[in-house]
């Protein structure tokens, strides 16, 4: 009866390289958001997947940021030559195809990403 | 440009009291309202939530009021436990197509002293 799974749980990077998140939704969740949460601030959208493609990356910016959710395996957020902004917990949330107008979204436990 | 706002960084009440989280917004697209509780080092949890056709909502101690006119919402918890102390976020998504984007407050911090 897992939940949505991250991983890993913190992440240390230093300037200039790549930040790899993984997300696994709950079983029977076809659907992954993925979050950013910068100090002090509330969650913020940064884009939502189904399986093998992107329906949404309207909150992500354009540069060095991607996603993807393939057929098989977990949702990847992919940071290349990560900045000290970039720092921030990662939540990934996964929801069921069939739960309505407003699917109830469930969340992991975050990837804390710390960039020196 | 905040479109959901809670403007108490935190909150301190007596276990058995009644604690009173609020949160506006300014986005009058949104129709669909839920409050998130987070514990230290784990996702959000979702606890309640409320359609704009409605201006309340009860679960066991947690009830949500809405006040559409005012754009303003609240939480109450009754009586309020020890173990309700966490982050509380409050979060919106609009009708239509993004419904699935939910856009959260900064988050109160409830302690509830024993």
């Known amino acids: 009866n897992a939940g949505v799974m991250q991983n890993p749980r913190h992440l240390v990077r230093r300037r200039g390289q790549e930040a790899r998140l993984r997300c696994s939704p709950m079983k029977g969740h076809s659907h992954v958001y993925w979050y950013r949460q910068l100090p002090e601030e509330g969650l913020k959208f940064m884009v939502y997947?189904?399986?093998?493609?992107?329906?949404?990356e309207s909150g992500m910016p354009k540069e060095r940021f991607s996603a993807e959710f393939p057929k098989e395996g977990p949702s990847i957020l992919r940071i290349q030559q990560v900045v000290r902004g970039d720092s921030a917990a990662y939540f990934c949330?996964?929801?069921?195809?069939?739960?309505?107008?407003?699917?109830?979204?469930?969340f992991g436990p975050g990837t804390r990403l710390t960039v020196l | 440009d905040q479109q959901v706002k809670q403007n108490s960084p935190s909150l301190s009440v007596q276990e058995g009291r009644i604690s009173i989280l609020n949160c506006d917004y300014t986005n009058s697209m949104f129709d669909y309202f839920l409050w998130y509780k987070k514990y230290p080092a784990e996702g959000p949890t979702f606890l309640i939530s409320?359609?704009?056709?409605?201006d309340k909502n009860e679960d066991g101690r947690f009830t949500v009021f809405l006040n559409k006119s005012a754009k303003h919402l609240s939480l109450h918890i009754v009586p309020s436990q020890p173990g309700d102390s966490a982050v509380y976020f409050c979060?919106?998504?609009?009708?239509?197509?993004?419904?699935?984007?939910?856009?959260f407050g900064k988050g109160t911090l409830l302690t509830v002293n024993p």
């Open positions: 997947l189904q399986k093998e493609n992107i329906i949404d």
């Open positions: 979060a919106a998504s609009g009708s239509g197509g993004s419904n699935y984007k939910l856009t």
């Open positions: 409320i359609s704009s056709i409605k």
């Open positions: 949330a996964s929801s069921s195809p069939t739960g309505g107008a407003h699917n109830e979204q469930f």
